[in-house]
């Protein structure tokens, strides 16, 4: 929907800090005022009585695998995904075909998302052991990615003097696939098993470890901000807090690690709760629960990475790993907030506010006067069951399917302009790039 200028009214309006009563005015794609009462001539009034506004989410880490493997996903779907979901930015990660390893192939996502994408968005660039001048001289983009473990071709780096040069070169955020190469082959050596059930078995703690205290090393040596993604074991938490002081460590971790634990789940669902790393048993889901609550994990992002339906029916050890997250992630922390476990406040700061931070990003993740409008409504009185068919994903599934919550989106604002409305997408205007701070 296509609108010039809109009001808010009556909603009330969501920070780490706390909720105020406050109408907000957008104008040009910037929130204009924050004020009671306002009473400005305008068009566009959304009336936010008894809703929640918050700063549109932010999910920096997304696969969606264009271009090369559009079956799956790609820019434009996966987009229409996230705005259905709450995000109205997302981070999309290198491992397309061909891999993301230079400036020229990162400026084709960045066009083929110019015209396609309906949220906002930035790309990584993806390491190898031999593209160095190209991750010195990075810009314009949200950082680095490194499969330090868990990847084929161009994209694994398990060579410790590469890894040195590509910490040593980069002046942007490392992010992080943290499996050790080396372990991970000598398990699937000895082989792997043949249950999904044996897949945290396939991909152990250790690997996981090892391979973050190497890159935390690595990350102190030269003073580069390193972020762990998607963390899934205790051990990782308690080394990464014990380096919170040195502002140079940061991680995430993802609903799915935060809600599924093994081995009910593998039992469940098969394939479809295979990822990597792995969901892990209970003891590894409390710590990371700790770790969120404690700020030694700063951030939510999903990992989504969809495979076709096809693909999942597949037996264990041929079925690929990843499932889609990106659409369902903001109803899922929400439901926590219905069910006591955490608060409004600090879903904003994991999913809105943090991800600033983590990226020094311009103008995002916080209502203010002057930031860009990037806006979700949220109904937290709204009761639905995830479904599949509801999913804007080419892959059409999720493993949350058939969960009942309370509390999902029901407006999403990118830049000024309605894209998501009561389960209809508005996609005639596009989302922008991602500005960030030097």
Not at 165 to 172: L, V
Request: one cysteine or more.
């Amino acid at each position: 929907m296509n609108q010039s200028d809109i009001i808010i009214k009556n909603g009330s309006l969501v920070s780490s800090n706390g909720i105020v009563k406050k109408d907000i005015y957008i104008k040009n794609g910037k929130i204009e005022k924050i004020e009671s009462n306002l009473n400005i001539e305008c068009d566009n009034i959304i009336d936010a009585h008894n809703l929640y506004i918050l700063p549109g989410a932010i999910d920096p880490q997304v696969h969606f695998r264009e271009p090369g493997l559009t079956h799956k996903e790609d820019i434009e779907s996966g987009s229409r995904s996230a705005v259905a979901g709450g995000v109205t930015t997302f981070f999309e990660m290198p491992n397309t075909k061909p891999a993301t390893i230079t400036s020229e192939l990162l400026n084709q996502k960045f066009d083929i998302a110019s015209k396609t994408s309906v949220a906002n968005y930035s790309f990584f660039l993806g390491a190898t052991p031999d593209n160095f001048s190209e991750i010195a001289n990075m810009q314009d983009n949200c950082g680095l990615k490194i499969f330090m473990g868990s990847s084929t071709g161009d994209l694994l780096v398990d060579s410790d003097a590469a890894l040195d040069e590509i910490f040593k070169q980069c002046n942007k955020v490392i992010a992080i696939h943290s499996e050790d190469e080396a372990i991970l082959k000598k398990i699937a050596e000895k082989g792997i098993g043949t249950k999904f059930t044996d897949h945290p078995n396939a991909r152990p703690v250790e690997a996981a470890v090892t391979s973050t205290v190497k890159a935390i090393n690595l990350a102190l040596k030269y003073k580069k901000k390193l972020h762990v993604l998607h963390l899934s074991t205790a051990e990782e938490v308690e080394i990464i807090r014990k380096h919170k002081d040195t502002n140079l460590i940061t991680a995430e971790t993802t609903p799915q690690h935060l809600l599924l634990s093994a081995p009910s789940i593998y039992e469940e669902k098969g394939a479809f709760a295979q990822m990597n790393p792995p969901i892990r048993k209970q003891r590894h889901q409390d710590e990371l629960w700790k770790g969120m609550l404690d700020g030694t994990i700063e951030c939510i992002a999903t990992d989504h990475a969809p495979h076709t339906l096809e693909e999942k029916k597949l037996p264990y050890g041929k079925a690929p790993a990843g499932m889609p997250g990106v659409q369902t992630s903001l109803p899922l922390m929400l439901n926590e907030v219905s069910n006591k476990r955490i608060t409004i406040e600090q879903v904003v700061k994991w999913m809105c506010e943090n991800p600033t931070k983590v990226y020094n990003i311009k103008n995002k993740g916080f209502l203010k006067t002057g930031y860009d409008a990037d806006i979700t409504i949220v109904d937290m009185n709204l009761e639905k069951t995830i479904s599949a068919s509801e999913m804007e994903s080419k892959c059409g599934w999720t493993v949350f399917d058939g969960k009942k919550i309370k509390g999902a989106p029901i407006i999403t604002i990118v830049n000024g302009n309605v894209v998501y409305k009561n389960g209809k997408i508005f996609d005639a205007i596009k989302g922008k790039p991602v500005q960030f701070h030097e």
